[in-house]
């Protein structure tokens, strides 16, 4: 998005090497728009990955892993196969 702000304002004729000052309103929205939205990606993710350490370090979490019908029978059929060495 830089790159793309830095083209907007610069103009593409030859002849206009400074930006008008219209442009740079816009521009300048855009691109803290864009950054709070990365801000808020980033907080997001860190929230997440929070409650995903929490829920972790919680038995229950495996306990309901280990009784959901689904994941039994998975480890009943993974854990009683044996494997060459």
């Known amino acids: 998005p ?3 702000a830095i083209k907007r304002l ?3 004729s030859d002849s206009s ?3 008008t000052i219209y442009k740079i309103y816009p521009t300048f929205k855009y691109l803290l728009s ?3 939205q990365l801000i808020n990606i980033i907080i997001a993710y860190l929230k997440l990955l929070k409650y995903y350490k929490l829920l972790k370090k ?3 979490y495996y306990a309901s892993i280990v009784l959901h019908p689904y ?3 998975y480890f009943v059929n993974a ?3 044996e ?3």
């Open 2 to 4: 830089l790159k793309e």
């Open 10 to 12: 610069k103009g593409y």
């Open 17 to 19: 090497y400074f930006s």
């Open 34 to 36: 864009y950054f709070k």
């Open 58 to 60: 919680t038995p229950v």
């Open 71 to 73: 994941y039994k029978y």
């Open 79 to 81: 854990w009683t196969r």
């Open 83 to 85: 494997y060459k060495v």
